[in-house]
């Protein structure tokens, strides 16, 4: 089971932390994904990190602002966000990936978290 938290309402500019809480699998065999879900929109992939942390990989949007870290003693990944802009406004959802991809996409994931919400002001 996996279940994300951190969400809110932050102005523009403005930074969160994204974390998503693991439990009831081997955490530390799977590869953890980000993906966010904005209004009217498919969901998306945002970032991704090995099962050791050693390779992350991030969609171009968020290259630079994002970034993606583990603990696999406490069954965790995190998403720091920074310099947050409107557009990154959407439902943002922890995923588990049994392979490593560069790329990965909705259909290659073993489990899904519940989103939760980021909301950007202008």
């Known amino acids: 089971?996996?279940?994300a938290s951190g969400g809110g309402l932050v102005q523009a500019g403005g930074s969160l932390r994204l974390?998503?809480?693991?439990s009831g699998h081997t955490f530390s065999s799977y590869v953890m994904v980000w993906f966010r879900q904005a209004p009217g929109k498919e969901r998306e992939f945002v970032a991704t990190i090995s099962w050791n942390g050693r390779s992350t990989n991030y969609a171009d949007s968020v290259k630079g602002r994002?970034?993606?870290s583990r603990d696999n003693a406490k069954n965790t990944v995190d998403l720091q966000i920074n310099s947050l802009k409107p557009e990154d406004t959407a439902v943002y959802y922890c995923a588990a990936d049994r392979l490593y991809r560069t790329l990965p996409d909705l259909a290659s994931m073993a489990y899904w978290g519940k989103g939760t919400q980021v909301t950007v002001s202008s």
């Open 19 to 22: 974390s998503c809480a693991a």
């Open 66 to 68: 994002f970034t993606i």
């Open 1 to 3: 089971q996996l279940q």
